[in-house]
């Protein structure tokens, strides 16, 4: 017995509205969807138009193929700049598949330095312990005074760093003052065979190696408020005298600049977006959103069932 072939489900990277297409012969016909909606796609023997049905609510019309919407995007993507764009990047339609709840095995936490990313995994930590934990990473440089290996850091010779980088066990690594420091991929897997899902607070260019079904993440975006909202958020902490580290102005401006950037180039990773405005409910948005992943079902890359 052949199992029946896996329907087949996209999710689209683009936001559409036939209403302002005028390409589709007819608007009327047309489905508007969003970015992120679930879409079943029921015929697709035009090259241009496929027949779809949105999961959530049941509406059904044409909406563009991905021949099609390669074709305008190739257009449109002439004249405007995409130097900091990583253009084979560019998905339209991603395939995916519906999978039951599950513990995802990472939590990715993306966002500008300075916008809260640290905070955010810290306390989700140390509210669920037994439920979640990171990786502790590694550096070439020596331990200070206080600092105990597999603490803050683990400690190795460079030349074994060197070494292990080359060999691909680094998910990334960079240099600081001289010295390497970086995240090893095993101690991602230590977390995750403890039974933990491991919350990593990485560069986005990680991101490209983890989305797989070897790390399978759920990957959220802290974006930065409004800079009016991020001064006052700084100045409320510093007044509070819980750090003593002031951000200038500019500083602050180049947190706003830095999410901007990382939402424009990366926003396609994203299983979800929050603007941290405000530290405590940034983090119950994001406690009630990681916590239904245990009991809902979740829409994956096919890749990672298949
Ligand atoms: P320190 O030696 O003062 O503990 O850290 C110095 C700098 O090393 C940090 O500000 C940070 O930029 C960098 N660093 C620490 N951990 C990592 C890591 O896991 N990966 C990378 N690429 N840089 C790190």
Redesign the pocket.
Known sequence: DTPAPPQVYLKPHFNYNPATDNLIPCKEAGLAFFKGDILHVVNKEDPNWWQARKVVGGATGLIPSQFLEEKRKAFVRRDSDTSEFDRYELQIYEEVAKMPPFQRKTLVVIGAQGVGRRSLKNRLIVMNPLRYGTTV?F?S?RPREEERDGQNYCFVMREEMEKDIKESRYL???E?DG?L???KIDSIHEVVNAGRTCILDVNPQALKVLRTAEFMPFVVFIAAPELDTLRAMHKAVIDAGLTTKLLTENDLKKTVDESARIRRAYSHYFDLTIVNDNLDKAFDKLQEVVERLFIEPQWVPVSWVY
């Open positions: 990473p550096t440089r990334e690594h960079g600081y010295n420091y970086g995240t």
